[in-house]
Nanobody
Framework: VQLVESGGDLVHTGGSLRLSCAAS????????MSWYRQAPGKERELVSS????????NYVDSVKGRFTISRDNAKNTVYLQMNSLKPEDTAMYYC?????????WGQGTQVTVSS
């Protein structure tokens, strides 16, 4: 299983970014995918998740209305569109999938929002 995130960058408050996570090594279209983030000195938190066919999405309250998760099962890729970014969104963002009793993580992509 391999998860490779990309798209992180340094942006100003109010800016936008789209994160991508390219997956391989498992049947991508069969599994819920999630994005987590971890800011310095804080615990990792679930940001958003999307079911296997994209029919159900969930978001942490702090990003509702600003972030949109989506997936392209033909490309084995999950996305996180982030708009109206705030300094408190600054974190390392991770893509993750649970397969059986094991959870797999990517290496992360850094998002930094300057005020």
């Amino acid at each position: 299983v391999q998860l490779v995130e990309s798209g992180g960058d340094l942006v100003h408050t109010g800016g936008s970014l789209r994160l991508s996570c390219a997956a391989s090594g498992f049947t991508f279209s069969s599994y819920t995918m999630s994005w987590y983030r971890q800011a310095p000195g804080k615990e990792r938190e679930l940001v958003s998740s999307i079911t296997s066919n994209g029919g159900i999405t969930n978001y942490v309250d702090s990003v509702k209305g600003r972030f949109t998760i989506s997936r392209d099962n033909a490309k084995n890729t999950v996305y996180l569109q982030m708009n109206s970014l705030k300094p408190e969104d600054t974190a390392m963002y991770y893509c993750t999938v649970g397969l059986g009793n094991k959870r797999y993580w990517g290496q992360g992509t850094q998002v930094t929002v300057s005020s």
